[in-house]
């Protein structure tokens, strides 16, 4: 039996009913489509992972980062008021 041709990037609902995967041989209908609409997979899961840093916005994350150097770079200087 002829190997199927199937070109890469090809959408898996367009794939032939007789193709065979070319590495191990198994036919079609032993795979299912894992592709997903919503993005990445485990990617909604991971959101709830860290200190809640996963869930803000850009804007909020450049805050946090800009404002943390601004604040560190503010103690610095303060030292020099020490004597």
Do not use: D
Not at 37 to 56: A, D, M, R, W
């Amino acid at each position: 039996m002829g190997q199927v041709a199937v070109s890469a990037g090809t959408p898996f609902e367009e794939i032939p009913a007789g193709w065979r995967c070319p590495v191990c041989g198994a036919p079609r209908s032993q795979f299912s489509n894992i592709g997903s609409k919503e993005g990445p997979s485990g990617f909604k899961e991971n959101l709830n992972y860290g200190l809640g840093v996963n869930t803000l916005t850009s804007q909020q994350k450049n805050l946090l980062i800009f404002g943390g150097l601004a604040l560190g770079f503010l103690f610095f200087m303060s030292l020099y008021a020490l004597k």
